[in-house]
């Protein structure tokens, strides 16, 4: 996409071009300084002059590489083609696979991942590559029925235009590097203007310059505004400390009706780039994504939380979102996050993937899949928050790719999500012989978060865990990545259990039945997704049990319960060296000595179920403490229910 070279790339090379143009004798000079337009310029020259199929083979492949640093994917692919004339290089075949997925030649791709398997002898070395090429395939093939529309947006320009965002009063502010004038300076670097913000009315006719404190002779771009209107926060490309130039977020607080002077948020350092800032529905969390050497994977996403008037430090999103690959412009829309990102399992390039958080935490990011994607880039997904539902309509929006078919290298799209009635497939199970499913199994491992000796309910990767997925009698064991991430490819009949353990931590498992794996007719091989979230072994602390309710003034196991204890009996079973206590808590209503009896009874009802399914006795205890021990210390008579929720709980602890 045009903007990342001139956003992060063009910014860091122009800056070494002033310093170390005298320096730079070849194409490879040009491109270990980043200055990539430079390059190519001395690669094809060097092609041209070499004198035998290697050399013209290795300047053909960096030939690739720069125009992929540039994001012009099609001069890539060309150049790649050019590398594996007359040489035998599975390297650099592998860089041709990839390019031609990012160019939508998908059967050509799938030719050279065989071509490549067979060459090194691992018919499983590019299996999911070939699984997504089919998927993405077939979703180009499904597009018409997807009930998001695209069409060209008329305030595009032959540069590029990217990241809109639909202002209160119906305006639609963007990012371009088009000139806003004849006159107007251009950007060494590009050859088009400087990187602006631009405002397009709300009939979308006229383009004019965004007024105000934003637009200097820097680059500027993926402006957002806060929900109350109050604040801005846009990218600017500059250096302030005498390094390289690096793009950082900047806030613009109105007062009155006049925007303050922009400033660079606290939280931001002067070293890392930032991209692609979005606020909560709230205004209280801002999502960037942030480019941190320290992980070495690119791109990730991060948010910063408003305490008073204080942006907190980036946290890092977890290893469910953000992958080994570039994950970059999030946006909001009530409760779902949107997110590109160019990780192989989408179409090609930066494709746009959407999750949410719910009670495990965020769920495992769903591809939109064509239209919306493509094999190009796509990113910037963002809906009109006034629009209403009419006439089968159900929302509107923009997004930014540089897809073929566009007027410039990238072009803003406008969308509409239409809704559609989908006929469930019917299946012939008669005739099929063979139950089970081909499941491409993703596991995250976390570990509830320690602090100051205590349990907190937020979680955190766990590194290298030891994943156990027992299917069809078999048992595999699997060792996690650095952010607990497991994947595995198996047939799935009935059950599918998983156990996770890790050292520090209680084992813990899940079984999975087949008939919760949502079958999707367009892949060939179905994506299940699962997080597992393991107690730290941490003795004599209260672990709440969830959802173990009780009738008033009963103490007997509910049907609705079954399921968290049930939880609780793996756990015990999976760690057969460790002792409990059932300790269980009322609220504030009743009398203290009819609190304490019923409590004690409803403990006891829990270790009756935990005995009755082959628990030792030996290993528990328990105890009820009433209305002693609240969580929430509200008056009594003051208590909201949910306050009163929090105190009436079940909860176990770790005992020596």
Same mark, same amino acid.
């Given at each position: 996409?045009?903007?990342?070279?001139?956003?992060?790339?063009?910014?860091?090379?122009?800056?070494?071009?002033?310093?170390?143009?005298?320096?730079?004798?070849?194409?490879?000079?040009?491109?270990?300084?980043?200055?990539?337009?430079?390059?190519?310029?001395?690669?094809?020259?060097?092609?041209?002059?070499?004198?035998?199929?290697?050399?013209?083979?290795?300047?053909?492949?960096?030939?690739?590489?720069?125009?992929?640093?540039?994001?012009?994917?099609?001069?890539?692919?060309?150049?790649?083609?050019?590398?594996?004339?007359?040489?035998?290089?599975?390297?650099?075949?592998?860089?041709?696979?990839?390019?031609?997925?990012?160019?939508?030649?998908?059967?050509?791709?799938?030719?050279?991942?065989?071509?490549?398997?067979?060459?090194?002898?691992?018919?499983?070395?590019?299996?999911?590559?070939?699984?997504?090429?089919?998927?993405?395939?077939?979703?180009?093939?499904?597009?018409?029925?997807?009930?998001?529309?695209?069409?060209?947006?008329?305030?595009?320009?032959?540069?590029?235009?990217?990241?809109?965002?639909?202002?209160?009063?119906?305006?639609?502010?963007?990012?371009?590097?088009?000139?806003?004038?004849?006159?107007?300076?251009?950007?060494?670097?590009?050859?088009?203007?400087?990187?602006?913000?631009?405002?397009?009315?709300?009939?979308?006719?006229?383009?004019?310059?965004?007024?105000?404190?934003?637009?200097?002779?820097?680059?500027?771009?993926?402006?957002?505004?806060?929900?109350?209107?109050?604040?801005?926060?846009?990218?600017?490309?500059?250096?302030?400390?005498?390094?390289?130039?690096?793009?950082?977020?900047?806030?613009?607080?109105?007062?009155?009706?006049?925007?303050?002077?922009?400033?660079?948020?606290?939280?931001?350092?002067?070293?890392?780039?930032?991209?692609?800032?979005?606020?909560?529905?709230?205004?209280?969390?801002?999502?960037?994504?942030?480019?941190?050497?320290?992980?070495?994977?690119?791109?990730?996403?991060?948010?910063?939380?408003?305490?008073?008037?204080?942006?907190?430090?980036?946290?890092?999103?977890?290893?469910?979102?953000?992958?080994?690959?570039?994950?970059?412009?999030?946006?909001?829309?009530?409760?779902?996050?949107?997110? %590109? +990102?160019? $990780?192989?399992? *989408?179409? /090609?390039?930066? #494709? !746009? @993937?959407?999750?949410?958080?719910?009670?495990?935490?965020?769920?495992?990011?769903?591809?939109?899949?064509?239209?919306?994607?493509?094999?190009?880039?796509?990113?910037?997904?963002?809906?009109?928050?006034?629009?209403?539902?009419?006439?089968?309509?159900?929302?509107?929006?923009?997004? %930014? +790719?540089? $897809?073929?078919? *566009?007027? /410039?290298?990238? #072009? !803003? @799209?406008?969308?509409?999500?239409?809704?559609?009635?989908?006929?469930?497939?019917?299946?012939?199970?008669?005739?099929?012989?063979?139950?089970?499913?081909?499941?491409?199994?993703?596991?995250?491992?976390?570990?509830?978060?320690?602090?100051?000796?205590?349990?907190?309910?937020?979680?955190?990767?766990?590194?290298?865990?030891?994943?156990?997925?027992?299917?069809?009698?078999?048992?595999?064991?699997?060792?996690?990545?650095?952010?607990?991430?497991?994947?595995?490819?198996?047939?799935?009949?009935?059950?599918?259990?998983?156990?996770?353990?890790?050292?520090?931590?209680?084992?813990?498992?899940?079984?999975?039945?087949?008939?919760?794996?949502?079958?999707?007719?367009?892949?060939?091989?179905?994506?299940?997704?699962?997080?597992?979230?393991?107690?730290?072994?941490?003795?004599?602390?209260?672990?709440?049990?969830?959802?173990?309710?009780?009738?008033?003034?009963?103490?007997?196991?509910?049907?609705?319960?079954?399921?968290?204890?049930?939880?609780?009996?793996?756990?015990?079973?999976?760690?057969?060296?460790?002792?409990?206590?059932?300790?269980?808590?009322?609220?504030?209503?009743?009398?203290?000595?009819?609190?304490?009896?019923?409590?004690?009874?409803?403990?006891?009802?829990?270790?009756?179920?935990?005995?009755?399914?082959?628990?030792?006795?030996?290993?528990?205890?328990?105890?009820?403490?009433?209305?002693?021990?609240?969580?929430?210390?509200?008056?009594?008579?003051?208590?909201?229910?949910?306050?009163?929720?929090?105190?009436?709980?079940?909860?176990?602890?770790?005992?020596?």
């Amino acid at each position: 996409m045009g903007k990342q070279i001139t956003f992060i790339v063009a910014c860091i090379a122009f800056l070494y071009s002033c310093n170390q143009t005298a320096r730079i004798k070849t194409g490879e000079d040009a491109f270990d300084v980043g200055q990539y337009a430079v390059a190519v310029q001395y690669l094809e020259k060097e092609y041209n002059d070499a004198t035998t199929e290697g050399i013209r083979s290795d300047k053909a492949f960096l030939m690739g590489q720069a125009y992929e640093k540039m994001n012009d994917p099609d001069k890539a692919l060309q150049w790649y083609r050019m590398s594996v004339k007359g040489v035998n290089s599975p390297n650099k075949l592998i860089y041709l696979a990839y390019a031609l997925k990012n160019t939508g030649r998908y059967q050509e791709a799938l030719n050279v991942f065989d071509a490549l398997a067979k060459q090194l002898n691992d018919p499983n070395r590019f299996q999911s590559e070939v699984v997504s090429l089919l998927n993405a395939n077939q979703w180009e093939i499904d597009a018409p029925t997807n009930p998001f529309k695209l069409q060209l947006s008329p305030f595009n320009s032959e540069y590029s235009d990217y990241s809109p965002v639909i202002r209160s009063d119906g305006k639609i502010i963007f990012s371009s590097d088009r000139k806003d004038s004849e006159d107007a300076a251009n950007y060494k670097w590009t050859g088009n203007g400087y990187s602006n913000l631009f405002v397009a009315d709300s009939n979308l006719s006229a383009v004019t310059l965004l007024p105000g404190v934003v637009n200097t002779e820097d680059n500027e771009g993926s402006l957002v505004y806060s929900p109350d209107g109050r604040k801005m926060v846009f990218c600017k490309c500059f250096d302030r400390i005498g390094t390289d130039l690096m793009c950082k977020l900047m806030q613009s607080v109105k007062i009155g009706e006049t925007w303050a002077d922009p400033e660079v948020m606290t939280f931001v350092s002067d070293t890392l780039n930032y991209l692609g800032p979005a606020f909560s529905d709230d205004g209280k969390v801002l999502f960037f994504a942030m480019e941190d050497p320290q992980y070495n994977t690119g791109f990730d996403l991060y948010y910063s939380q408003l305490k008073g008037e204080v942006w907190q430090a980036p946290v890092r999103l977890p290893a469910i979102i953000n992958s080994e690959y570039n994950e970059k412009y999030a946006t909001i829309d009530k409760d779902t996050l949107y997110f %590109s +990102s160019d $990780r192989p399992a *989408g179409m /090609g390039g930066l #494709d !746009i @993937y959407k999750t949410y958080v719910n009670r495990d935490g965020w769920t495992p990011p769903n591809n939109m899949k064509a239209p919306i994607n493509s094999p190009y880039d796509d990113f910037g997904m963002v809906f009109d928050p006034g629009f209403i539902s009419k006439d089968q309509v159900l929302a509107k929006g923009f997004l %930014s +790719s540089n $897809r073929k078919g *566009g007027v /410039g290298q990238d #072009d !803003i @799209y406008h969308f509409t999500k239409i809704q559609t009635i989908t006929p469930k497939p019917e299946f012939d199970t008669t005739a099929i012989a063979d139950k089970s499913i081909l499941v491409k199994l993703i596991v995250y491992v976390r570990g509830f978060n320690v602090k100051d000796g205590k349990m907190s309910n937020s979680s955190v990767e766990l590194a290298s865990p030891t994943v156990t997925v027992s299917s069809m009698g078999k048992d595999s064991v699997l060792v996690g990545d650095k952010y607990g991430k497991v994947t595995t490819l198996l047939k799935v009949r009935d059950n599918l259990t998983i156990t996770a353990s890790k050292d520090g931590y209680l084992t813990s498992s899940k079984t999975i039945n087949q008939d919760v794996i949502r079958i999707d007719s367009s892949l060939r091989i179905q994506e299940f997704s699962m997080i597992l979230n393991l107690y730290p072994v941490l003795y004599d602390q209260e672990i709440v049990i969830k959802d173990i309710y009780y009738d008033l003034d009963k103490y007997e196991i509910r049907k609705d319960a079954v399921g968290s204890l049930d939880e609780l009996l793996s756990i015990l079973k999976l760690n057969p060296s460790f002792k409990i206590k059932i300790n269980s808590h009322t609220d504030c209503r009743g009398s203290n000595a009819y609190n304490l009896t019923l409590s004690g009874k409803r403990a006891q009802s829990v270790v009756n179920y935990l005995t009755s399914n082959g628990i030792s006795r030996n290993r528990l205890s328990f105890q009820g403490y009433g209305e002693t021990r609240p969580i929430a210390t509200c008056l009594c008579e003051k208590c909201s229910e949910e306050e009163h929720q929090l105190n009436r709980r079940t909860t176990f602890q770790l005992v020596r």
